[in-house]
């Protein structure tokens, strides 16, 4: 199975949006909405961000938001702050019961 | 509040057998998939596989890139799962994660991760 595709860097202005996307398949990302975000400072185990395509867990901040259209998921980060400056990983379960991350975006901000 | 350990050697010869045991605490493993996921410096992360317990044994999924080298077992009486690694080299040097992959099909608690490296 090939990783999601991720572009490999991302930047924005404080205060700005940028937004990242995840290409996948109709066998990953396009079939489930099960697509997810991980958001990973140096040095520290990933956190979660999205779930089930839009969802925020408690204590994620509402400028970070998801969506998805056909086999591409995008994560959107307004009013960029300078703690946002992380990489962040997309991931779906597939439907071989598998899961597969992307390669990761290195946001800058 | 969940919270996941990794535990095991942070050096390991060239064609060995990397062990790792993941203890939960603060819930159960008898539900939910429990995961290994690495992270070789400076790259992406990978997922290796999952248990989940399925009546009294663990059925795995694994990597389809990595299946041959690898098997993972879980202890729900001790509520830890393993890894097991085999036949390593060199690539398989990274910072190894646990994670609870849940039903609402997200990665919502992870250990600390633990480095290991392949080296003589």
């Known amino acids: 199975q090939s990783a999601l595709t991720q572009p490999p860097s991302a930047s924005g202005s404080p205060g700005q949006s940028v937004t990242i996307s995840c290409t996948g398949t109709s066998s990953d990302v396009g079939d489930y909405n099960s697509v997810s975000w991980y958001q990973q400072h140096p040095g520290k185990a990933p956190k979660l961000m999205i779930y089930?395509?839009?969802k925020r867990p408690s204590g994620v901040p509402d400028r970070f938001s998801g969506s998805k259209f056909g086999n591409t998921a995008s994560l959107t980060v307004s009013g960029l702050q300078a703690e946002d400056e992380a990489d962040y990983y997309c991931s779906s379960y597939t439907t071989s019961s598998t899961l597969l991350f992307g390669g990761g975006t290195k946001v800058t901000v | 509040q969940v919270q996941l350990q990794e535990s095991g050697p942070g050096l390991v010869k060239p064609s060995e057998t990397l062990s790792l045991t993941c203890t939960v605490s603060g819930g159960s493993t008898n539900t939910y998939y429990w995961n290994w996921i690495r992270q070789p410096p400076g790259k992406g992360l990978e997922w290796i596989g999952y248990?989940?317990?399925?009546?009294?044994?663990?059925?795995?999924n694994y990597n389809p890139s990595l299946w041959s080298r690898v098997t993972m077992s879980l202890d729900t009486s001790k509520n830890q799962f393993s890894l097991k690694l085999n036949s390593l080299t060199a690539a398989d040097t990274a910072v190894y994660y646990c994670?609870?992959?849940?039903?609402?099909?997200?990665?919502?608690?992870w250990g600390q991760g633990t480095l290991v490296t392949v080296s003589s």
């Open positions: 994670a609870r992959y849940d039903l609402r099909r997200r990665f919502d608690y």
């Open positions: 248990i989940y317990d399925s009546g009294g044994s663990g059925t795995a």
């Open positions: 089930e395509v839009t």
